[in-house]
């Protein structure tokens, strides 16, 4: 059987997408959706992305000036997160309150239409908690700030 994840013409089950993950990855990923899903007015699909992506978890949010809120990739090799941030939310965030972790992923991310797509490997519980703390900014810039 073709592995679920490259399989372009069958979409996925997010367990299909997960089930190859263990200890410690496994718990870190399922943590991450559980806190994206929390975050009011997301909407979380899983997508065809495209190489090297492939299939994905998509977060969408209404009002968010970036193409969505994040993109989770469980690539085999190396699960990631994408966060696309535009120059305005970056600005908004003191710089004093990025970590060089946090940092080191904007100053390296692509820009595609004015929107920087930073990504970072999930690898721990504690960058994991990092990349929650920027996605709740985000979340609350896209929401503005009547939401």
Known sequence: MRDPWIDRFRTPTDRDLLERYTEPIAPILEELRTELNEFDGVAETI???????????????????????????????????????????IDAIPARRLTRFIRDAIQRGPRVGGVLWCEWEVT????????IGLLKRKHQFARGPAN
């Open 47 to 89: 997508e065809w992305m495209g190489i090297p992506w492939r299939w994905a978890f998509h977060y969408a949010i209404e009002g968010d000036p970036t193409p969505c809120l994040a993109v989770l990739a469980p690539m085999p090799e190396r699960p990631s997160l994408c966060i696309p941030l535009t120059h305005d939310l």
């Open 124 to 131: 721990a519980r504690n960058q994991a908690a990092e990349l």
